[in-house]
C-alpha cells in the first residue's frame, strides 16, 4: 500500500504536476524542497507528506519504505531515491529523488 502511494505521489512530480511545483510545506518536520527533476527530503517529512493516506504510524511507514521496490518502480519512470547527505541516522539522513542519468 504505502509503496503505491509514494510511487503515485512521486509520478506526479515526474510528471511536473503543477500542483506540486515548488515547496509543499509541512506543518511539524519542515518542508519537501521540490524542484525541476529533484526532490529533497527526510523520512519524517516524507511521512508527513503522505500520512493522510496511508494507515500507518512513522516507524511502520519507515519500515515499509526501506522493505518496498520502490526504486525499481522510479527507474522505470527513469528516476531514483538516494542518501543525499548522511549524518549517521537513516531519520536524519537527507534523501533525493533524482533523474537517472541516460544510458
Keep these: 500500500m504505502i509503496e503505491a502511494v509514494l510511487l ?5 512530480l515526474i510528471r ?5 511545483q515548488g515547496t509543499l510545506q ?38 515499509a519504505v526501506y522493505k518496498s521496490t520502490l526504486n525499481q518502480k522510479l527507474a522505470i519512470l527513469g528516476y531514483k531515491i538516494e542518501v543525499r547527505q548522511s549524518k549517521g541516522h537513516i531519520d536524519t539522513n537527507t534523501y533525493q529523488l533524482i533523474r537517472l542519468l541516460p544510458m
Design 16 to 20: 511536473q504536476d503543477p500542483h506540486l
Design 26 to 63: 509541512c506543518s511539524i518536520y519542515g518542508c519537501l524542497t521540490i524542484a525541476e527533476g529533484y526532490c529533497v527530503f527526510t523520512l519524517e517529512q516524507l511521512f508527513e507528506w503522505v500520512k493522510a493516506e496511508v494507515a500507518m504510524d512513522y516507524p511502520e511507514f519507515r519500515c
Design 8 to 12: 503515485s505521489k512521486f509520478n506526479q
